[in-house]
């Protein structure tokens, strides 16, 4: 089945659609409510979001901010934590969290985020199963595709 890119019409739809989504998946599910909620509430409200919907049910989501490279690197590397107005733009997409049921869902999101903002540097903080791991370069330098971050 296809699968579609979409947001909520309404922002409540949008974030109890993601939040539902993710409350059954590792690591979100024994991540701090809170800050899973603040980060998808965060991301909706400045709608940097999409959900990946198949056969209408929702099987993936992205959300992301943007900055400046200097404010994502220090905030992702512990440093601080930049407010609402810091990640509304900015040369830098961050992925801030993400999840699919199959990698054709995971591709399909990654894929409109970039068409979003194409030539933009892309970062993450990616906790997987195990915990975090380190800061890193998204999506990865592949031979012959020059990298998107710096």
């Known amino acids: 089945m296809a699968i579609r890119m979409s947001r909520a019409s309404r922002v409540d739809s949008g974030f109890a659609a993601l939040m539902t989504y993710l409350a059954a998946r590792a690591p979100f599910a024994t991540l701090p409510l809170g800050e899973v909620a603040e980060t998808v509430g965060g991301a909706i409200r400045r709608n940097h979001y999409v959900l990946a919907v198949e056969d209408g049910r929702v099987v993936g989501g992205v959300c992301w901010a943007l900055c400046d490279h200097a404010v994502a690197t220090e905030w992702l590397n512990g440093g ?10 900015g040369d830098t997409v961050v992925l801030m969290l993400g999840g699919a049921d199959h990698a054709r869902a995971t591709v399909c999101g990654i894929r409109h985020v970039a068409t979003l903002y194409p030539g933009r540097r892309y ?14 370069r998204f999506p990865a330098s592949r031979p012959g595709v020059p990298s998107t971050a710096g």
Request: glycine share 16%.
């Open 80 to 89: 601080r934590t930049p407010g609402f107005a810091d990640v509304l733009d």
């Open 123 to 136: 970062i993450l903080n990616r906790f997987g199963r195990t915990g975090r791991h380190p800061t890193g």
